[in-house]
């Protein structure tokens, strides 16, 4: 579990491919912090662990989180979002992300403002139930409210901080990102769900 809270950012050093895996490399001076089997989440994405050495650390992604997240589109020098799971009696700063992408979106605009920066985004219609006008959602891995909310696009406000302290400062207009809705919606929208189909 963690709640969309970016502690740093690391570069993708190198990639391998495995039959239908993909191993990447990290480097990271949190690499140090790290151990094998331990839960860090990568632009969003729950990924564990495999190897550790020096300030490089290996993860892998398997054919399923390939296709559902942007990690595909991965390349060398890419800078990542990294966060480490929530410790028992941590703040929640942010809110309740399970590290588990639930489709991918579309930056689709990006506007610089007197001191921050507006982001449009579209994403398939599908999971119009799950967005709904100030609340969350977590992007590549952070913790965000989002308005202007419509079937298939919605806007977020990314503060000086946020911009220099994640890979939204790098993020333009056609690139993909990682989504996550809030796990309470997807509840809600499971159980009435259920409920219409008895």
Same mark, same amino acid.
């Given at each position: 579990?963690?709640?969309?809270?970016?502690?740093t950012t690391?570069?993708?050093?190198?990639?391998?491919?495995?039959g239908t895996n993909?191993h990447?490399?990290i480097?990271?001076?949190?690499?140090?912090e790290?151990?094998?089997?331990?839960?860090? #989440?990568?632009?969003g994405?729950?990924?564990?662990?495999?190897? +550790?050495? @020096?300030?490089?650390?290996? !993860?892998?992604?398997v054919a399923?989180?390939l296709?559902k997240?942007n990690?595909?589109n991965?390349q060398?020098?890419?800078r990542?979002?990294?966060?480490?799971?929530?410790?028992?009696?941590?703040r929640?700063?942010?809110h309740?992300?399970?590290?588990?992408?639930?489709t991918?979106?579309m930056?689709?605009d990006?506007?610089t403002?007197?001191?921050?920066w507006?982001?449009?985004?579209?994403?398939?219609?599908p999971? #119009?139930?799950?967005?709904?006008?100030?609340?969350?959602?977590? +992007?590549n @891995?952070?913790?965000?409210t !989002?308005?202007?909310?419509?079937f298939?696009?919605?806007?977020?406000?990314?503060?000086?901080?946020t911009?220099e302290?994640?890979?939204?400062?790098?993020?333009?207009?056609g690139?993909?990102?990682?989504l996550?809705f809030?796990?309470?919606g997807?509840?809600?929208?499971?159980?009435?769900?259920?409920?219409?189909?008895?």
């Open positions: 579990m963690f709640t969309g809270i970016i502690e690391a570069t993708v050093a190198d990639i391998r491919h495995e993909v990447f490399t480097e990271s001076p949190m690499a140090a790290l151990k094998p089997d331990q839960s860090v #989440a990568h632009n994405v729950c990924l564990t662990v495999t190897a +550790i050495t @020096g300030n490089r650390y290996q !993860v892998t992604a399923e989180t296709q997240t990690l595909g991965w060398t020098g890419d990542v979002n990294i966060e480490l799971a929530l410790r028992a009696g941590d929640l700063d942010g309740f992300v399970q590290g588990h992408v639930d991918t979106g930056c689709t990006k506007e403002l007197a001191g921050s507006l982001f449009r985004f579209s994403y398939p219609r999971f #119009a139930p799950l967005v709904i006008e100030k609340g969350s959602i977590c +992007i @891995g952070v913790s965000l !989002v308005f202007d909310v419509g298939d696009h919605f806007t977020v406000t990314i503060i000086p901080y911009y302290h994640t890979n939204f400062g790098q993020l333009q207009a690139d993909k990102v990682n996550e809030d796990v309470l997807k509840y809600s929208l499971r159980m009435m769900q259920v409920k219409e189909a008895q």
